[in-house]
Each structure stands twice: as C-alpha cells, then as structure tokens.
C-alpha cells in the first residue's frame, strides 16, 4: 500500500519558522511535492523535490533524504496568509504515470 | 492565463439522485484528473485523461460513477444515483508537459452534499 504521514495541525505565531513533516511509504518513488490549501480553495503547486536536498523558493523551502523516506516543508517569516492546509505528494511510479499519492495534509494555524 | 474552471461550485442533492460536474482545463494541458476530497483528507484520485482516453480510472467507483472527456478538452463527472457517502469536494485538475505530474493546477473545486 502508499502512506504518507504529516502531522495533523500546527501552531506558530507571525514572522516565526515552522517546518511540516513527510514520511512515506510507497512502492516506489521519483519525487515529492508539496501543495496548500486555503480553506475552501483549490489547492496550489508550492515546490518539487525530486533529489535529496534543499529547494528554496522564496519564504519557502522544501528538503528531501530518499535514504530515509523522509521530507520537509519549511515556511520562513510567517504571515497570516499562509494559515491554510499543507499537502505532500508522492509520485509513486515515475514516467508517463502522471499520478500523486496525496498525504492527509496538515492545518497551518498562524497567530498574530 | 485562465484557470482550471469547475460548474457548479455547490451541489445539494438527495440520495439516489444523479449528479453531474464539468470541468474546462487549462489551455493545452493534455493530461486531466479528477480528484475526490473527503473532510481533513488529501485529495484522491478517481481518473485521470491523456487527452481524450481515460488511462487510469483504477479508483472510480465504475457502478455509479461515469466520466468522458470529449474532443480532449471539457470532462464531466457523473454519479447515479448519489450516495450519502458520496458528500465530498470533486476536484479537477490539470498538467501539461512542462511541469510533469508533480504540478498539477486545480480548479476550486464542486462541494457535493448527498442528504
């Protein structure tokens, strides 16, 4: 079966860093993605990992180890906008599959 | 450039009654998904078109859902009859080839309510 685990909710304040977790368990892998959600909206393409490592785009950084199955999405310089829920994708086949195991996301919460 | 655009945002419907949802992709996207999303989960995949040919439809429910995507543009979701468990959020996306299947765009979405 494919599983990605990320934890439920989190909480951080205005202008603090807060990192969102990935563990997978899929039947293969050639790449991970992250998504956010605003309530009530289409969800958004944030980043791609598809080599271990850091990938910077802006505020946000999203990092990857395939050793440990393993991912991060880390959110910098918080604002009240980016109060919404986070999703990490698995691209579980690679090729001309085009399909992506979504996680169960977790609910950003930003206070003032 | 236009966005993925899903009709109609919200649907209420009583059970055993038929429900249908259209989605218009971006321009020039070949590969088109329609997703089920049930409260605090992540999207899951029903079926997915590269073009017009359904080329995954592994996880659609094919007793009561129906789907087509004629002329490779326009699709439309069908479920008969609806069931209560069926109340969810349909989405739809799309993907061209510049972006590959990580960076999918999609629509708002349709909130269907079976009662």
């Known amino acids: 079966g494919q599983s990605l685990e990320q934890p439920s909710e989190v909480t951080a304040v205005e202008g603090a860093i807060v990192q969102i977790n990935c563990t997978y368990q899929?039947?293969?892998?050639?790449?991970l993605s992250w998504y956010q959600q605003h309530d009530g909206g289409a969800p958004t393409f944030l980043s791609y990992?598809?080599?271990?490592g850091l990938e910077e785009t802006g505020r946000f950084s999203s990092f990857l180890s395939r050793s440990d199955s393993y991912g991060y999405l880390l959110l910098q310089e918080l604002q009240m906008k980016d109060s919404a829920s986070y999703f990490c994708?698995?691209?579980?086949?690679?090729?001309?599959?085009?399909?992506?195991?979504f996680g169960t996301g977790t609910l950003l919460a930003v206070q003032p | 450039e236009a966005g993925v655009v899903q009709s109609p945002r919200y649907k209420i419907i009583e059970k055993k009654q038929p429900v249908a949802f259209w989605c218009n992709p971006i321009?020039?996207?070949?590969?088109l998904y329609w997703y089920r999303q049930n409260l605090g989960q992540g999207p899951e995949l029903l079926i997915r078109?590269?073009?017009?040919?359904?080329?995954?439809d592994s996880q659609l429910p094919k007793d009561r859902f129906s789907a087509e995507r004629l002329k490779g543009v326009d699709s439309t979701l069908k479920i008969q009859p609806a069931e209560l468990g069926d109340s969810a959020v349909y989405l739809c996306?799309?993907?061209?080839?510049?972006?590959?299947?990580?960076?999918?765009?999609f629509g708002p979405g349709t909130r269907l309510t079976v009662t």
């Open positions: 996306a799309s993907s061209g080839d510049r972006g590959g299947s990580y960076e999918q765009y």
């Open positions: 899929t039947s293969g892998f050639y790449g």
């Open positions: 990992n598809g080599l271990d």
């Open positions: 994708a698995v691209d579980p086949y690679g090729g001309a599959t085009n399909k992506l195991i």
């Open positions: 321009s020039g996207h070949n590969t």
């Open positions: 078109y590269e073009n017009e040919e359904a080329v995954d």
